[in-house]
């Protein structure tokens, strides 16, 4: 496929973005409901094709640490076809597809396979977040998926077997885990499910063309430390936006003056993370630590947890203060020896780079820096359209 070039403007809803073209500004349509925080960053390089919808295009990949990712969620499935047919996908060679959408009571499978007589249940998920080496599913709370992966571990009891294919759509990663700081319920119902189903994330490359190089080998799932880590306990960050200026008093640092910005608040909980977090978004609350006083007349907008048991609270917040725009001295560092845990931007921050990829490494990278071992392996290139070497997908 040859793609029209544009340039990622913002994002009016989850299925719609406007793009910077040769020919103006225009809107596509986005088939992809995930936040896309890391990859949808202002000016981020996006390939549309012409559609037959509402809008005129449609958004195929964007362009992340020059590598071009597959954001259309529908072609997941097709990629999958294609990797099947070529004994492709570790743990399911020699399989014979039956059936797509395959329908069983009230749930609608990928796929129906069959091996040496056993009927087997395959459900695709694109992967498209990632950080420097771990690759994380979902990036936006997912109850169908959480129900997909109960009804097949309950599929496994009548005989069939299930499997589960992650498709990564990138070269980066070397591990993978379920991302239990985004949807915890999912995350915990994959792991509860594990020994029932069969779980498979593959990494795969895509050139600008949409030709996918495909490698075989199965990116390993550190269980061990997702045990451990997946807790509701951590850090997190809140995000508050002030449109106007306020002067509030703030316990016992006095009046404290706000400029219009946006604000991000450092805490912690050793046990139930969310109750903390879920506090900070309610307006009615006894006025306790700093934060409270803040929270009370300002607008959270992000609520971002991160599930540890290592204690990263300062860590964090010393990191922000390298990237911030300012911050609010002694702010919710009053036991402690940082400068503040409050941090002003000009503009959103889950807008910027430097904010989003903190994010990332406490989240995805730094719990699991000890296995991150490079993996090796030869990729071989796999045309995601048509049996001939070097036929290109056009889509």
Same mark, same amino acid.
């Given at each position: 496929?040859?793609?029209?070039?544009?340039?990622?403007?913002?994002?009016?809803?989850?299925?719609?973005?406007?793009?910077?073209?040769?020919?103006?500004?225009?809107?596509?349509?986005?088939?992809?409901?995930?936040?896309?925080?890391?990859?949808?960053?202002?000016?981020?390089?996006?390939?549309?094709?012409?559609?037959?919808?509402?809008? /005129?295009?449609?958004?195929?990949?964007?362009?992340?640490?020059?590598?071009?990712?597959?954001?259309?969620?529908?072609?997941?499935?097709?990629?999958?076809?294609?990797?099947?047919?070529?004994?492709?996908?570790?743990?399911?060679?020699?399989?014979?597809?039956?059936?797509?959408?395959?329908?069983?009571?009230?749930?609608?499978?990928?796929?129906?396979?069959?091996?040496?007589?056993?009927?087997?249940?395959?459900?695709? *998920?694109?992967?498209?977040?990632?950080?420097?080496?771990?690759?994380?599913?979902?990036?936006?709370?997912?109850?169908?998926?959480?129900?997909?992966?109960?009804?097949?571990?309950?599929?496994?009891?009548?005989?069939?077997?299930?499997?589960?294919?992650?498709?990564?759509?990138?070269?980066?990663?070397?591990?993978?885990?379920?991302?239990?700081?985004?949807?915890?319920?999912?995350?915990?119902?994959?792991?509860?499910?594990?020994?029932?189903?069969?779980?498979?994330?593959?990494?795969?490359?895509?050139?600008?063309?949409?030709?996918?190089?495909?490698? /075989?080998?199965?990116?390993?799932? /550190?269980?061990?430390?997702?045990?451990?880590?997946?807790?509701?306990?951590?850090?997190?960050?809140?995000?508050?936006?002030?449109?106007?200026?306020?002067?509030?008093?703030?316990?016992?640092?006095?009046?404290?003056?706000?400029?219009?910005?946006?604000?991000?608040?450092?805490?912690?909980?050793?046990?139930?993370?969310?109750?903390?977090?879920?506090?900070?978004?309610?307006?009615? *609350? *006894?006025?306790?630590?700093?934060?409270?006083?803040?929270?009370?007349?300002? *607008?959270?907008?992000?609520?971002?947890?991160?599930?540890?048991?290592?204690?990263?609270?300062?860590?964090?917040?010393?990191?922000?203060?390298?990237?911030?725009?300012?911050?609010?001295?002694?702010?919710?560092?009053?036991?402690?020896?940082?400068?503040?845990?409050?941090?002003?931007?000009?503009?959103?921050?889950?807008?910027?780079?430097?904010?989003?990829?903190?994010?990332?490494?406490?989240?995805?990278?730094?719990?699991?820096?000890?296995?991150?071992?490079?993996?090796?392996?030869?990729?071989?290139?796999?045309?995601?359209?048509?049996?001939?070497?070097?036929?290109?997908?056009?889509?």
């Amino acid at each position: 496929m040859k793609g029209i070039l544009a340039y990622f403007l913002d994002r009016p809803n989850r299925f719609v973005v406007r793009v910077e073209t040769k020919e103006g500004v225009i809107s596509a349509y986005l088939p992809n409901p995930g936040r896309l925080w890391e990859i949808l960053l202002p000016g981020a390089p996006l390939l549309l094709a012409a559609s037959s919808g509402t809008l /005129p295009y449609v958004v195929m990949a964007a362009k992340r640490s020059n590598e071009w990712i597959l954001l259309h969620t529908h072609m997941a499935n097709r990629a999958a076809r294609h990797l099947l047919a070529r004994n492709l996908v570790p743990g399911l060679e020699g399989s014979k597809l039956i059936r797509p959408e395959f329908t069983i009571g009230d749930s609608r499978f990928d796929f129906l396979l069959e091996r040496d007589g056993q009927k087997i249940l395959l459900e695709v *998920k694109s992967c498209t977040l990632f950080g420097k080496g771990v690759a994380a599913f979902p990036d936006a709370v997912t109850a169908r998926g959480k129900r997909h992966i109960e009804e097949m571990a309950r599929l496994t009891k009548e005989g069939f077997k299930a499997f589960v294919l992650f498709v990564v759509n990138s070269s980066t990663p070397r591990a993978f885990i379920p991302d239990y700081h985004t949807d915890f319920d999912f995350a915990a119902t994959l792991a509860n499910a594990r020994d029932l189903i069969d779980i498979a994330p593959v990494s795969v490359h895509w050139d600008e063309e949409l030709t996918m190089q495909v490698n /075989p080998e199965r990116l390993p799932i /550190p269980w061990q430390i997702i045990d451990r880590e997946m807790a509701d306990s951590g850090a997190y960050m809140v995000i508050f936006e002030l449109k106007e200026p306020s002067t509030i008093k703030i316990g016992s640092l006095g009046e404290v003056s706000f400029r219009p910005a946006y604000y991000v608040y450092v805490g912690s909980a050793k046990k139930n993370l969310s109750a903390r977090i879920n506090r900070h978004s309610r307006k009615r *609350k *006894k006025e306790h630590w700093h934060i409270d006083y803040l929270s009370s007349t300002s *607008k959270a907008t992000r609520l971002l947890p991160i599930r540890t048991q290592e204690d990263i609270e300062c860590l964090l917040s010393k990191d922000l203060m390298e990237i911030c725009d300012f911050a609010i001295p002694n702010f919710g560092a009053s036991d402690c020896d940082c400068r503040s845990h409050l941090f002003g931007f000009l503009k959103d921050p889950i807008k910027r780079a430097d904010f989003v990829n903190l994010l990332l490494y406490y989240r995805l990278d730094r719990p699991y820096r000890g296995v991150l071992t490079k993996r090796t392996s030869s990729a071989s290139g796999v045309p995601l359209a048509g049996i001939a070497p070097g036929a290109r997908l056009h889509l």
